[in-house]
């Protein structure tokens, strides 16, 4: 039995969170079951990632390559797991099962009745498992597949609190990302016509082969990849559709698609670039220059754009599409240190980015207040959840000690490798930025007099009942317009009651055991990561020989 | 809903609809069909059914708890057939080599597990589509 799960292990990752997931709605009645059983796919996943990881990093010679269905490969579906995909799948596990601890027990008020809460499940695992699959998967056509299942699933948990602004940001999200898709196949499917394969493996053999005879049509393969998978994982000019999408989601979303889904592309991209494209092929076309001029654009120009947001979590979406720049920059730099660097800084900043919208999920739902200025004094009352998003601030702008040092201070070497300097000032300015973007939150909420803000706070109460009156007759008169679709009445309804519910300012604390455990798990990973490294970047660096093919 | 030949008609092709929509199902591996496609005409049939009989009796054949089952539990049945591989001591999915015949051209139920594959993906479509079409008639009322 031990043998056969071991055997299976690369294929069990992926389809245990699927199918899991997929059977939820049955028991949305009961949703404590439906938690449980999403807690264990996770746990189930954890596991298996951690043993796959680990029979990899002790496996000697050639990858482990998993043939689905018994086909050999010219023609059936590959797995290979090899270091760059257990390092992947290992960071979505570890990061996505704090995110499902997170959700227990308050989801619901958040989403909206049972059916609604019991599908976000399903789309949270069909999410997971599609990532898992992006980690381990040697198909090209399976890479496709794959990133539309994590599509669909993002925008349905992006549109899942059911209000307006939420559905407006899912459709935005959905018309572009299926763009994406389309660029993505069509790369998928020039590479299909010069090479013949569908197989990573074969089609790199093939382009090697043939490119010198058909340069252009290569060239326009790589483009519609680079485009699409850039699209998708929001680098800079084409990020326009995440703030608004990861801004209002449900704060457990914001951080899956902010920590992972968006990571899952970017892995992708590597794996066509690297794997199937190839290095020499990649410098061939300056694929390599595009990158790192993307990247140092995408640093400067995110923090940049985060600085003037006042809402907490536009500002972390902001932030987001500066960080999406330095693994760009990462990947671009085509040295073993700086992909190594890049690897380790998206493990880092999938962590937390996760513990930034969580805690900030915590504070905006404790409070309902959702821009900055209002959190005044909130280290006082939610402790811990102020401290985990101080550590994760410090974390992101790279102090010693946290995680995003070591991966900064890896491109920082990668980049004086390559011989350019710019990318070094343009990653020690980024850190600078982030810290100008992320202090003035910290100071607001631990060193803004909280009396100050008690006294604001006994204003609003005051001026109070003549505001809830104003909302009710508002709530009647939106109503009334909508009278003629009856669900999207119910659904804002629900939203309103969720505001109204919040319990006011003198009663904030921290939110309950599970969400603690979450917050408290992911700040431990940027601990960890940050003072015991060793491991993680061992495996990063095996990652990146392999994929520069330095073995 | 008035219309005495439509409802008479319909009473009489339907069903049969329905059978080929099986059929087609059932001959998606060795012969001409899918189990997409035959899924389609089954879940067709359905949606036919309710616009002309009204959509209240169509939602009473088929309650939404049975097409959340048959959603769930035929996507669910695809993974418990490709883990027969994986109990046989094989990959994943895999079917010849499992110890299962691979099937002769136009023998039903030669194929091994693509037959019963086959079966969860159509009642997984049918259900999906009549799911969709419940929730868009559902927005519009």
Redesign the interface.
């Known amino acids: 039995m031990t043998a056969?799960i071991a055997d299976?292990l690369p294929?069990?990752v992926i389809?245990v969170p699927?199918?899991i997931g997929?059977?939820?709605?049955?028991f949305?009645r009961r949703l404590r079951l439906v938690e449980g059983m999403v807690v264990l796919a996770e746990a189930l996943g954890l596991v298996g990632a951690g043993f796959l990881a680990y029979m990899v990093v002790t496996r000697k010679g050639a990858d482990w390559i998993?043939?689905?269905?018994?086909w050999p490969a010219p023609w059936g579906i590959e797995l290979t797991a090899n270091s760059l995909a257990v390092f992947f799948l290992a960071v979505v596990m570890v990061v996505s099962l704090p995110i499902a601890l997170f959700t227990i027990g308050n989801l619901r008020q958040e989403v909206g009745g049972n059916m609604r809460t019991a599908r976000f499940y399903t789309l949270f695992l069909l999410l997971v498992g599609s990532l898992a699959g992006m980690a381990l998967t040697n198909d090209l056509f399976n890479t496709y597949v794959l990133v539309e299942v994590a599509t669909l699933s993002c925008c349905g948990l992006v549109s899942s609190h059911g209000t307006p602004r939420a559905a407006e940001a899912a459709f935005n999200y959905l018309i572009l990302a299926t763009l994406a898709s389309s660029l993505v196949v069509s790369g998928i499917g020039f590479i299909y016509v010069i090479t013949g394969h569908l197989n990573m493996g074969f089609a790199s053999q093939g382009l090697e082969q043939i490119w010198q005879a058909k340069p252009h049509a290569v060239w326009i393969a790589i483009s519609f990849v680079l485009v699409g998978f850039g699209l998708k994982s929001a680098i800079f000019p084409l990020h326009i559709w995440l703030p608004d999408a990861h801004s209002s989601a449900p704060s457990p979303a914001s951080a899956v698609l902010s920590g992972l889904a968006v990571k899952g592309y970017m892995i992708c991209l590597l794996k066509f670039l690297y794997v199937v494209f190839g290095p020499d092929l990649m410098k061939e076309f300056s694929v390599d220059r595009i990158l790192v001029l993307a990247g140092m654009t995408a640093i400067i120009c995110g923090s940049v754009m985060a600085l003037p947001q006042n809402n907490l979590k536009r500002r972390l979406a902001f932030s987001t599409v500066a960080q999406v720049g330095y693994i760009y920059l990462g990947f671009g730099l085509m040295d073993i240190n700086g992909l190594a660097g890049a690897l380790f800084y998206l493990a880092s900043h999938a962590a937390i980015k996760s513990a930034l919208f969580l805690s900030a999920g915590a504070m905006i739902s404790a409070t309902g207040k959702k821009k900055i200025s209002e959190l005044a004094g909130i280290g006082r009352k939610m402790p811990l959840t102020a401290s985990v998003f101080t550590a994760a601030s410090l974390g992101l702008i790279g102090i010693p000690l946290f995680s995003g040092f070591i991966g900064k201070w890896y491109l920082i070497a990668g980049s004086l490798d390559s011989g350019d300097f710019l990318p070094t000032i343009i990653i020690i300015a980024g850190s600078v930025l982030c810290a100008a973007y992320l202090f003035p939150v910290i100071r607001v909420a631990w060193f803004e007099s909280p009396q100050q803000a008690e006294q604001v706070n006994a204003e609003q109460q005051a001026e109070q009942p003549d505001s809830a009156a104003q909302e009710g007759s508002r709530g009647i008169a939106l109503q009334d317009e909508e009278m003629h679709?009856g669900?999207q009445v119910q659904q804002t309804a629900v939203y309103q009651n969720v505001q109204e519910n919040t319990p006011p300012g003198n009663q904030v604390k921290d939110p309950g055991t599970a969400q603690k455990l979450a917050l408290i798990l992911l700040t431990a990973v940027i601990f960890i990561l940050g003072i015991m490294p060793g491991p993680f970047i061992a495996l990063a660096k095996r990652a990146a020989a392999e994929l520069l093919m330095l073995r | 809903m008035r219309d005495f030949i439509l409802k008479r008609i319909a009473a009489v092709i339907l069903p049969f609809v329905c059978v080929y929509g099986f059929y087609v199902i059932f001959h998606g591996h060795i012969s001409p069909g899918g189990s997409f496609a035959g899924g389609i005409i089954v879940g067709l049939s359905y949606i036919a059914f309710s616009t002309i009989y009204g959509i209240e009796k169509g939602r009473a054949k088929i309650p939404d708890k049975v097409l959340?089952?048959t959603?769930?539990?035929g996507?669910?049945w695809y993974?418990l057939m490709?883990l027969v591989?994986?109990?046989k001591?094989?990959?994943?999915?895999?079917?010849?080599?499992?110890g299962v015949d691979l099937g002769l051209p136009g023998a039903l139920f030669s194929g091994g597990i693509i037959f019963y594959i086959g079966l969860g993906v159509g009642i997984r479509v049918a259900s999906t589509m009549i799911t969709i079409f419940f929730t868009l008639m559902?927005?519009q009322s």
């Open positions: 056969m299976n294929v069990l389809i699927l199918f997929i059977v939820l709605p049955v949305a998993y043939q689905v269905g018994g679709s669900q | 959340t089952w959603e769930s539990f996507t669910l993974g490709g591989g994986i109990f001591g094989v990959p994943f999915l895999a079917n010849k080599l499992a559902e927005d």
